[in-house]
């Protein structure tokens, strides 16, 4: 794991002993001490670092080395501020009076003082007690409480609010909330920095306070927000970023917070017990602040509780964001912001409305505005999804008609954005986080799944958790059978997607200088149809297409490709799932075209052997479960099933669901499973069985193909002796070909079994079933068992002994 070099350092680190230790701490003591922190000083610390990391056993710091290193988080120098907040991360809890210098001098806080306290926090009195530190720094006027030292603490603040959300009280959100809204609305609207010299009494020469200006360079007119620009930036700007950025989170987390009484008289009290804080509470819109348009018409927000004044503000905020999106950036830099600041502002007003039903009514017209000025512009695709979002939310309510949003989200994203990974997650994300309204209120989403497997198609490795998630929901009665013919042609979708952007560009050649076949047959108008129902956008057009395989052989050079590989490594798992729900939604008439549909398809698949092979697989594991389920399927397809059973290359080339298939003929073609099989019917599927084993026993294998295996031929044998012993004039047939049979391997190796030992095996079986059929009444109790037979139920039968022997043994096996 780690080079020789390295190894070596840490031996020394792990073996160092006591005196030497002692007196490493002392020279680092005297190096802390002195003036000039230099090379040797880091040196140092990274040496104790890997000391005290090297080893599982805690090692004690003296106290002056401690204090030393206390000291050192408020450095100027980053470098030993990082590696003194590693140093005593590494040490046990810090003592009250360590935990009170650095809470007592906050308003130093940096990113490390904030990961060491974070760390030493261990329980949920320590966290409150850091944030009433932090809400303390807070509460400060601007001259006390240094501009990076609030930048820091707003992210400790988030950080807590994530991961321990109830060490906030009632208290530090009410004063959180002030501050925020100080910060949000009441922001300084001149440059900083160097555009201004920032003192009243100056020279004549010194340069005039320079207003901010917007992303399209005009003077701005209103409040400052994170789409105003300007040469520099003053403090309470840099807090209006700040607490923009933690905002929606904040909004989503606050309400959760156990706060016992939220009546106005509790908020009234938690005024009177921050009485520092809110006598001071309009001082920014009192003091040098300037009030805007918006704020002069909303004075009454100022009358609010504080939650509700937040939320005002976060509505007025985002409001003069989405005006300033309006404007053309002059850099493409500042475009892409504009894009980040509409999800993150559409994503509050969302917040905030969920929280406030009242404010739909206000929010609605420039949210449905901001739709319209975005839907014709694909690049704004991941604004447009928090805007979904909220009509999902609130479209209701409002009694907006979403139809144009849907066709958007489901339509035109999937169709055209299908290459895009990040649309692709979040997309995907906004389904599974709004699954349970879409399937009861937006029944458009089962209507396009055609369109959203396209991102399956293209990146199914990337995606397939999703749809692992997302596929039970699409699976409906009315779409049921679409969906399985389009899952099993997804590998087809993914290559006619590679050749949809490949015709795009210049024309695609081999090494050898010959062009893909493929594309030339993607651009042929003789097959544009068979290409246009792979990318159709919507169910409902029919459940496949009469030249499947002309499709296939077109795209047979795509077999290797690995997108195509990939998709199809990913369809059994989906597979599973589908018939795993089907069977839970579908009556027996659609899972008996379901059987159809497998019967059919497994001849109809794209030519990649591995993928063939597990699709066979999967339909037997499924055809299985939908016949014990429900056994007159049978019955109801015994003419697809014995057609299929009939054909003997099928045993060669279909081997698992073969076999499958005639276990399920053998085992539920019976009076007991469906009233309507009769005797004609049995002896059809028997004679059918017959000369199937019959003509693979009697010749050679097919040039090309193996010998088949043991398992086809024992259940071939097994399904006529199960249908002779219902019919009994059967059973002298069954008995000859036995009896032949043993006749014939009596003579040695056979052209269709290479392997002697299946050979035995397929003989014990045979004189096995020879044996019974000769007393007809005992083989039919053995292969046609009753149902209390085979699904007993004596532990629960009080007639007889078997549930009081249970007891008894229970009570002794089990002491009181």
Known sequence: MYSHGSESLIKQAREIQEPELQKFYSRLVKLLQGKELGHETVDSLQRLHLILSATKYTRTLPSELRTRLLSLLSSPVEQLQVLSSAVLREMPPLSAEELNYIQENVGQLNSQTAALLLSKAGTRADLSSVCAQLLRGLDNRPSEAPAHSLMHTLPVLNTILTHSPECLTEDHITLLSKRLVDWLRYASIVQGGGASSGRFFTGPRSRQPVPIAELDGMVSGDFFTVLCVGQGFTEDQWMNVYSFSMLHHWLLTYHSVSNGNSTIE??????????????????????????????????????????????????????????????????????????????????????????????????????????????????????????????????????????????????????????????????????????????LGVPQYTHFFPNLLKFLAWDSPAVVDDFV???????????????????????????????????????????????????????????????????????????????????????????????????????????????????????????????????????????????????????????????????????DQSHELLEFAGIPGNVYSKEELYTHVVWVLGEYLSVSCDSRCSVSLIT??????????????????????????????????????????????????????????????????????????????????????????????????????????????????????MPLQLRALTSLTHPQ
Not at 741 to 758: K, P
Not at 796 to 801: E, G, K, L, S
């Open 266 to 439: 509790t908020a009234n009290r938690s005024q009177l017990s921050l009485s520092h804080s809110f006598s001071n509470d309009d001082r920014s819109e009192v003091d040098g602040s300037v009030v805007s348009m918006v704020s002069a018409t909303s004075s009454s927000s100022r009358l609010l509780p504080p939650k509700e004044r937040l939320r005002e503000k976060a509505f007025q905020y985002c409001q003069r964001l989405i005006e300033q999106s309006d404007r053309k950036a002059q850099k493409k830099t500042d475009t892409e912001l504009q894009k980040a600041c509409l999800v993150e502002a559409v994503c509050i007003l969302d917040c905030v409305c969920v929280e406030d039903a009242s404010l739909v009514f206000r929010t609605f017209p420039f949210i449905k505005a901001l739709f319209g000025r975005l839907s014709a512009d694909l690049s704004f695709a991941r604004v447009l999804l928090p805007i979904a979002q909220f009509y999902l939310n609130h479209g209701e309510m409002a009694a907006v008609d979403c139809e144009s949003v849907w066709k958007l989200v489901f339509g035109q994203f999937p169709a055209e954005l299908f290459s895009d990974p990040f649309l692709a997650h979040e997309l995907l994300r906004f389904l599974r986080l709004n699954l349970e309204k879409f399937q």
């Open 684 to 801: 059809s599927c028997f004679e059918t069985l017959e000369a199937v084993l019959f003509e693979i026993t009697s010749s050679g294998t097919p040039p090309g193909t193996v010998c088949p295996a043991p398992r086809v031929i024992t259940t071939l044998m097994s399904a006529l002796a199960k249908l002779a012993s219902r019919s009994h004039d059967l059973i002298p047939r069954v008995s000859l070909f036995l009896s032949k049979l043993r006749t014939v391997t009596r003579g040695g190796s056979v052209a269709w079994c290479s392997d002697e030992e299946d050979l035995v095996a397929i003989v014990t079986r045979g004189e096995e079933l020879w044996s019974l059929l000769k007393a007809p009444s005992v083989a039919q109790s053995v292969l046609t068992p009753s149902p209390h037979i085979t699904t007993p139920q004596w532990h629960r039968d009080t007639n007889v002994a």
């Open 469 to 635: 998630d997302l596929l039970p929901s699409l699976v409906t009665p009315a779409t049921a059978v679409e969906l399985l013919h389009t899952l099993l042609d997804l590998p087809c979708l993914s290559a006619t997607l590679i050749l949809q952007l490949r015709s795009t560009c210049l024309p695609i050649s081999e090494p050898g200088g010959r062009g893909l076949l493929s594309l030339d047959a993607f651009r042929n108008p003789s097959f544009r149809g068979l290409f246009l129902f792979m990318l159709r956008g919507e169910a409902g057009s029919g459940d496949t297409i009469d030249r499947l395989s002309t499709l296939h052989d077109l795209l047979a050079e795509a077999a290797d490709w690995p997108r195509v590989v990939q998709c199809a490594q990913t369809i059994p798992v989906l597979l599973h799932i589908y018939f795993n729900t089907v069977v839970t939604v579908a009556d027996e008439k659609l899972l008996a075209h379901l059987i159809l549909v497998m019967l059919e398809r497994s001849s109809i698949l794209l030519n990649i052997p591995t993928y063939i092979k597990e699709i066979h697989r999967v339909f037997s594991c499924h055809l299985l479960r939908m016949c014990k389920l429900h056994p007159s399927l049978v019955v």
